[in-house]
């Protein structure tokens, strides 16, 4: 898959799939909207009653800031399959100029921000290496 | 949700999503087709062409078997969304009764292995945790 392709389908997609690892070494995995500004991923925590399970990308990437995520398409003809990955240091933004620029972004990808906006805070992946299948 | 429920959406998702972290403790996620027995989750490796980076869940998982496997709806009406994911310790399995009892459980599953049956490995993740949301 080429590079235009990659970031198109990472561009275009509605949901993602998040994975980081926790302090003791174990992967956690969330399905995210998300919105893409150059060479980073901004995902927000949304204002959707959530247990406090729901943060554990948070602290997850405060103690290992690895991350990756994955876009893909499933089809039962198994030769459209695809998928996205892009593997990226994170950071946890709780405000700023670059954290509200994050939460404009994702307004405009999704109407649904319109109506209930995200309390944030937003994760932010700083793409370091492309992958895509096939 | 209740656990029946959980089990249930488990059971007939046609495609989730299995997060593996490496030696050096980096996250890495893949889409895979899955079936289960009781709590265990097979998925193998399949015939289909692939890098040698499509194995990195084999490597990941022995050197780490901390995996997790999650099963997702995505809707843009978001009060449809609803996910599952299991906590597991995983293994790796060359051949065997247990090898091939999975892949005939996934060629009974997916008929599109009936065509092209998967090589192996066959990875088994052993549910420790379920978590079902909302």
């Given at each position: 898959m080429d590079d235009m392709t990659m970031r198109s389908r990472l561009m275009t997609a509605r949901v993602a799939h998040m994975a980081t690892v926790s302090g003791a070494n174990r992967p956690h995995v969330v399905p995210c909207c998300f919105a893409v500004r150059g060479d980073t991923v901004y995902s927000a925590v949304d204002g959707k009653p959530k247990s406090t399970r729901a943060l554990q990308r948070v602290t997850n990437l405060r103690a290992n800031p690895s991350a990756t995520l994955l876009v893909d398409h499933y089809d039962?003809?198994?030769?459209?399959l695809w998928w996205v990955r892009i593997d990226a240091n994170g950071r946890v933004l709780d405000g700023g100029a670059e954290f509200e620029n994050a939460l404009t972004l994702l307004g405009a990808k999704y109407e649904q921000y319109q109506r209930d906006a995200p309390a944030g805070p937003v994760v932010a992946l700083d793409i370091h290496t492309w992958r895509g299948w096939p």
């Open positions: 039962e003809d198994w030769t459209l």
